[in-house]
């Protein structure tokens, strides 16, 4: 299958920070990528749709200036959490793909 | 709203038992469903499921979907240590491409 890395896999920062990470598509080109949030023991909740050109979509109750997307290129989005707070600190995980959406190994955000 | 609901939220049975996890969904353009298994990081694919009555199987797990009930079932058989994980049942819209989750069903299997 298809292969999504992110980075980083894990990100510690304190207070008042902004953190960015990243979605790669290794080996197939994405003009749409998903990012979702994840605490713990509970499911997965889509964000955002990310899309390679134009302006991300936000899922209902997500901040688009808190958490900024760039879809810059056809195998790289990025999220930026900006101005961390505690509450922010999740597990944040994108996915890429045509008939299958492949997900990536997560990153895991800790806000201090 | 789009709704998936998976049954039950956590469940504990000893290996070699076989465990069935359910999902129903209420969703206005449905496309696929899929199962993904969770352990301590992303998702694991398992199966996409489009037409119903069609089991779908792979070694010990299999799955079938109702559309008529918007149902669907996940079969695992004579259950391992090695298949304790979070299963995600998720619902792939038409058009969107995005999915939507179920909360999840956690299960442990005890040797």
Redesign the interface.
């Known amino acids: 299958g298809a292969v999504v890395s992110q980075h980083p896999s894990r990100v510690i920062c304190k207070s008042g920070t902004s953190v960015k990470i990243e979605c790669r598509s290794l080996d197939f080109q994405a003009t749409t990528m998903f990012w979702y949030r994840q605490f713990p023991k509970q499911s997965l909740m889509l964000m955002a749709t990310s899309n390679e050109g134009s302006k991300a979509t936000y899922e209902q109750g997500v901040e688009k200036d808190k958490f900024l997307i760039n879809h810059a290129s056809l195998t790289l989005s990025t999220l930026t959490v900006t101005s961390a707070h505690p509450e922010d600190s999740s597990f944040y995980i994108c996915s890429a793909g045509y008939n299958e959406q492949f997900f990536g190994p997560g990153t895991r955000l800790t806000v201090l | 709203e789009d709704k998936v609901v998976q049954s039950p939220l956590s469940l504990v049975v000893h290996e070699g038992d076989t465990v069935t996890l359910n999902c129903s969904y209420e969703v206005t353009n449905f496309r696929s469903l ?1 199962w ?1 298994k969770q352990e301590k ?5 398992l199966f ?1 499921l489009t037409s119903s009555g069609i089991e779908k199987k792979s070694g010990r797990l299999s799955s079938i979907l109702d559309k008529k009930e918007l149902f669907s079932i996940l079969n695992i058989t004579a259950t391992q240590t090695g298949d304790s994980a979070v299963y ?1 049942c ?1 619902v ?1 819209l038409q058009g ?9 069903t ?1 299960l442990t299997i005890n040797p």
């Open positions: 899929l993904y990081k992303a998702p694991t694919f996409m995600l998720a792939e969107a491409q995005k999915l939507v989750f179920g909360q999840g956690r």
